[in-house]
């Protein structure tokens, strides 16, 4: 089956709104605690904010299990449609839920609520998208159709990075905090009717006489689930603790906020360039080298990167920094997705790929900040994020080598 391009774009915006709405929470987590946890403790602001923006990671799990499951069952499309239409609710939400100093404590019982449903969606709609993606490419594009479900992550960090940018640049510290994070968030809200339409007629990849597998998950299916949350761990953390570099810039380097922005949208273009070339070039060498490559090389360069932007605080070097290390986050981060994705037995992919994923991003997305902001804070070591980055990734490297290749160009299929 070949899609045709509006059937790739609906994918990819889909995900890029859902994955927008958890990028820019993180991008504006210091405004966000002014609103909701306005503590005299900056420090306790900050935590609390990003506690919460790590509770919603709890939901995906869940959501992966029920939403990826109804995808297996029914189909791929009307879970896809059910996954992002519970996202932009939930971003409509936030964006207009009062602030502490409005309706006092229901403002951040609120924000929760409102994250774990968005963790529901989103850890719902992975496995689906990335089950859809690859059934419906040709043997020879799996990769590249595949690495789309990263693409649209990196589109949501380039949007996130622009709104971003753009608010700091026109609006003041305080008006930031008022009312100019809202703005970002209702951005994201602009694309959801749009999506909805396109996604509900999207063609479907779930074919009924796809073989069944009534019994549960076979040793194999257990052994690429175990790799693959280690794989996932690597690229996970890599992801977080460079979307924490808007909030280590203001608060550890004390660079202007439009500067840590910036940042940011770097980060979000590497993933939507990196992503897709990693995508093309695994269909063609295989999944094995793009994925333990990338690991190799972010384990040798993570720490000579955060030395450079705490010694030689400038834009130029905290840009070069972060494009440095996203080449390699995000092209391992998107053909390991492929590589789980394709392992997989087609009746059990969905929900099995939206759980091991789920999970990797709950322990280990959802931690990362809040590990990060107090590694800092306990130890005063500003390379903190640097050794996070190392310990993790050295864990997915070892696990990627038990790796078997998928990759149809090199198994002969």
């Known amino acids: 089956m070949e899609l045709r391009k509006r059937d790739l774009a609906a994918c990819v915006a889909g995900n890029a709104l859902e994955f927008y709405d958890f990028t820019t929470y993180a991008y504006f987590a210091i405004q966000i605690g002014d609103t909701f946890f306005p503590v005299k403790d900056k420090f306790i602001s900050l935590m609390l904010t990003l506690l919460t923006f790590g509770a919603s990671f709890i939901m995906r799990p869940v959501g992966a299990v029920v939403i990826g499951r109804y995808a297996d069952r029914v189909g791929r499309k009307p879970a896809m449609f059910l996954s992002f239409g519970l996202m932009g609710a939930g971003v409509f939400a936030l964006a207009i839920t009062p602030a502490y100093a409005q309706i006092g404590v229901v403002a951040p019982l609120t924000v929760l609520a409102i994250r774990l449903v968005q963790g529901f969606a989103l850890g719902g709609d992975v496995g689906p998208t990335t089950s859809f993606l690859i059934e419906a490419a040709p043997p020879e594009k799996r990769g590249l159709y595949g690495a789309l479900q990263f693409t649209g992550q990196g589109l949501a960090t380039v949007l996130a990075g622009i709104a971003g940018v753009t608010l700091a640049n026109i609006l003041s510290a305080g008006q930031l905090t008022e009312f100019g994070w809202r703005i970002a968030f209702l951005f994201g809200v602009l ?26 998950p076979s040793p194999r299916v257990w052994r690429i689930a175990i790799l693959g949350l280690l794989s996932i761990m690597g690229s996970t953390t890599g992801f977080y603790v460079l979307a924490y570099m808007s909030t280590y810039a203001q608060t550890v380097l004390n660079m202007k906020v439009n500067v840590s922005f910036a940042a940011t949208l770097v980060f979000g273009v590497c993933n939507v360039v990196v992503s897709v070339i990693a995508g093309w070039i695994s269909d063609r060498v295989g999944r094995r080298p793009l994925m333990i490559w990338p690991r190799v090389a972010i384990i040798v360069l993570a720490y000579p990167a955060f030395l450079l932007i705490t010694t030689q605080t400038t834009a130029v070097t905290l840009l070069a920094a972060t494009a440095t290390l996203a080449v390699f986050t995000q092209s391992g981060g998107a053909v390991s997705l492929v590589w789980l994705t394709e392992a997989l037995p087609a009746r059990v992919r ?64």
């Open 350 to 413: 969905s929900a099995t790929m939206a759980s091991v994923y789920a999970i990797g991003v709950a322990l280990f997305g959802g931690t990362t900040q809040p590990i990060v902001t107090a590694l800092l804070h306990v130890t005063g070591d500003k390379f903190a994020p640097a050794w996070w980055l190392i310990a993790t990734t050295l864990i997915c490297l070892v696990a990627t080598l038990f790796m078997e290749e998928t990759a149809p160009a090199k198994i002969g299929r």
């Open 191 to 216: 694309v959801v009717p749009l999506g909805l339409i396109v996604r509900r007629n999207l063609p479907e990849t779930l074919r009924p006489d796809m073989p069944r597998i009534p019994q549960g």
